[in-house]
Antibody, heavy 121, light 108 residues
């Protein structure tokens, strides 16, 4: 079955850029049936959807995060990526990647195991 | 933006109890509502989608209901492995998705 795995630096300095990659295995990221998303969870808090992308490159961002977010896809490597610019301590969170069904009631399944990114000098 | 509000924020219950968790949307979302279970240190797991459809592999003691703005997740007979935090999530206002703040289900 499809599995997702996040990777990237665990510690980022304030004002710098956070970069993460989600590698998809057991299935193609180029499926017509799915979108691919990033979701984050600050320590002890709830879940926040960040952004989604289709394999064609069509993207959707959370308006609350404005222009700090970039999501991209590399179909040749079967992975998609997230960058968050100008990070602050408020961006410290566990970052999850997840697949989103492309039809019906869209839902996040499966999820990666998550990676904790800490913003600190 | 559609806001999702879960109640209660936390709940204490015993093994074997029947419990119902509630999720309310700030505007109608039809039946575009999903439920997830999250255990400490783990990623969320999809339990129910489209308000009442059980995800493959999820025990039948879990059920969902509702429509419009008010939704429920019911666990018919709590098992030890069910103690976790539960989140609802709307997918009506795609491509923007929002989650509730969660309900933590604890052992009494």
């Amino acid at each position: 079955q499809v599995q997702l795995q996040e990777s990237g630096p665990r510690l980022v300095k304030p004002s710098q850029t956070l970069s993460l990659t989600c590698t998809v295995s057991g299935g193609s990221i180029s499926s017509d049936d799915y979108f691919w998303s990033w979701i984050r969870q600050p320590p002890g808090k709830g879940l926040e959807w960040i952004a989604s992308i289709y394999y064609t490159g069509t993207t959707y961002n959370n308006p609350s995060l404005k222009s700090r977010i970039t999501i991209s896809v590399d179909t040749s490597k079967n992975h998609f990526s997230l960058t968050v610019g100008s990070v602050t301590a408020a961006d410290t969170a566990v970052y999850y990647c997840a697949r989103v069904s492309g039809s019906g009631t869209r839902r996040f399944d499966p999820w990666g195991q998550g990676t904790l990114v800490t913003v600190s000098s | 933006d559609i806001q999702m509000t879960q109640s209660p924020s936390s709940l204490s219950a015993s093994v074997g109890d029947r419990v119902t968790l509630t999720c309310r949307a700030s505007q109608t979302i039809s039946t575009y509502l999903n439920w997830y279970q999250q255990k400490p240190g783990k990623a969320p797991r999809l339990l129910i989608y489209a308000t009442s459809s059980l995800q493959s592999g999820v025990p039948s003691r879990f059920s969902g209901g509702g429509s419009g703005t008010d939704f429920t997740l019911t666990i018919s007979s709590l098992q030890p492995e069910d103690f976790a935090t539960y989140y609802c999530q709307q997918s009506y206002s795609i491509p923007v998705y929002t989650f509730g703040q969660g309900t933590k289900l604890e052992i009494k």
